[in-house]
C-alpha cells in the first residue's frame, strides 16, 4: 500500500508516520509538508491512500481535495484535523473518513485497516458474458447498472455493456460491495453518486439516477452511512 502523508506540521507528521509503520509494515510511506509537493507527487506517481491535514498554510486540505477531482484516480482520502468545525465542509469531497490529531493513537490503527479492507475490494471485478465476449471489470470503474427488460446494461466511466442477466442476480452477487438498490431498475455504486438529492441521485459524470418511492428511506440510509464511515 502506498501511502502519502502532508502536514505542515513536523511532529505530527512524523506521529502519523511511526503509528502507520506499526499498523502496516511494509508500506511505502513519503512524507510531504507542503501541498503543492505533494499534488506534483500524486501526478508523477499515484498513491493509495492520502492522509491529509484540513487547515495549512498556501493550498489548504479543502483545495487539495478539489484538485484530486481532476484527476483519472484518486486516492483514499482521510483527513487528519484538529479542527472538527471544519468536517462538515469536507463532505463534498467525499473523504474515506477522518482521524483527529488529539485521538490518533486511537483512530489512525482503524482507519488504515479499513482502507486496507476498501482497497482490496476496489481490485475485485465484476465477470461477465456479453456480445462482446468475456468481460472482467474492475468494480471501483463500475457507476451503475440498469435493467432492461431481460437483460442488464452496465455503465463504467468510460463505457457500456449490454448482457442477459436479472438486477437482483447482481445485486446478490455484489453485497457488501458498496452498491445500492435505489429503484427497481438501477443499482448504483455509491462511491459514485456525487449528490444525494430528493427523489434522484446524481453521479461523478453528471448522471442522475431516479430513487424509487419504496427505495428512497433505505438509500438514503446506505449512502449517509457509506460517505461518513
Do not use: W
Amino acid at each position: 500500500m502506498r501511502i502519502y502523508i502532508c502536514d505542515d506540521e513536523m511532529q505530527i507528521v512524523k506521529g502519523i508516520v511511526r503509528k502507520t509503520r506499526e499498523c502496516v509494515p511494509g508500506s511505502s510511506i513519503t512524507e510531504f509538508f507542503h501541498a503543492e509537493t505533494l499534488l506534483e507527487g500524486i501526478q508523477a506517481e499515484g498513491v493509495d491512500v492520502l492522509l491529509l491535514d484540513i487547515d495549512m498554510p498556501g493550498l489548504s486540505g479543502l483545495e487539495v481535495a478539489e484538485a484530486l477531482k481532476t484527476l483519472p484516480y484518486s486516492p483514499l482520502l482521510v483527513f487528519v484535523t484538529s479542527h472538527d468545525e471544519l468536517v462538515y465542509d469536507s463532505l463534498q469531497f467525499h473523504p474515506f473518513g477522518f482521524v483527529r490529531k488529539s485521538h490518533l493513537d486511537k483512530e489512525l490503527p482503524k482507519i488504515l485497516k479499513d482502507c486496507e479492507r476498501e482497497l482490496v475490494g476496489k481490485r475485485a471485478v465484476y465477470h461477465f458474458k456479453s456480445g462482446e465476449g468475456e468481460v472482467y471489470l474492475p468494480l471501483s470503474e463500475i457507476m451503475y447498472f440498469e435493467s432492461e427488460a431481460n437483460y442488464l446494461v452496465v455503465f463504467t466511466r468510460k463505457e457500456s455493456y449490454r448482457f442477459r442477466e436479472t438486477l437482483s442476480a447482481v445485486e446478490k452477487e455484489l453485497a457488501g460491495q458498496g452498491f445500492v438498490r435505489v429503484h427497481k431498475g438501477f443499482l448504483v455504486n455509491m462511491a459514485a453518486v456525487k449528490l444525494l438529492g430528493t427523489g434522484q441521485l446524481t453521479l461523478e459524470n453528471g448522471c442522475i439516477i431516479p430513487i424509487g418511492r419504496s427505495y428512497g428511506e433505505e438509500t438514503k440510509k446506505q449512502i449517509m452511512r457509506y460517505m461518513l464511515r
